[in-house]
């Protein structure tokens, strides 16, 4: 379909390109990814990195609290240290 002129008011077509365009839209649309596939997918993601994190986060303290009693808690940084650090450098608290 074609606008002969400026004017938004007149459209020419041929036959077979209407023919064409109709068979078109009786198509089914292709099946693709949505937007909102994306989402739960991502929410997914971010659930399990929290969960990895927590994880972490909890060994890096039993491992602190090992560290402390066998140097009678000289030169090591306490988890509740650690964890003020973290929270100051991303602004998450533990």
């Known amino acids: 379909m074609r606008r002969p002129a400026k004017s938004r008011h007149i459209v020419v077509a041929l036959a077979p ?14 099946k693709c990814c949505t937007c909102r596939d994306e989402l739960d997918a991502t929410k997914r993601t971010i659930a ?15 491992a602190l609290v090992a560290l402390q ?25 533990a």
């Not at 399990?48 to 039993?62: H, P």
């Not at 009693?69 to 602004?91: H, L, T, Y």
């Open 48 to 62: 399990d990195l929290r969960l990895q994190v927590a994880t972490l986060e909890s060994e890096l303290n039993a």
């Open 17 to 30: 390109e209407l023919d064409k365009w109709i068979e078109q839209l009786s198509q089914p649309a292709p």
């Open 69 to 93: 009693a066998r140097d009678g808690g000289k030169n090591v940084a306490g988890p509740e240290i650690v964890a003020a650090r973290r929270a100051q450098s991303d602004g998450s608290a």
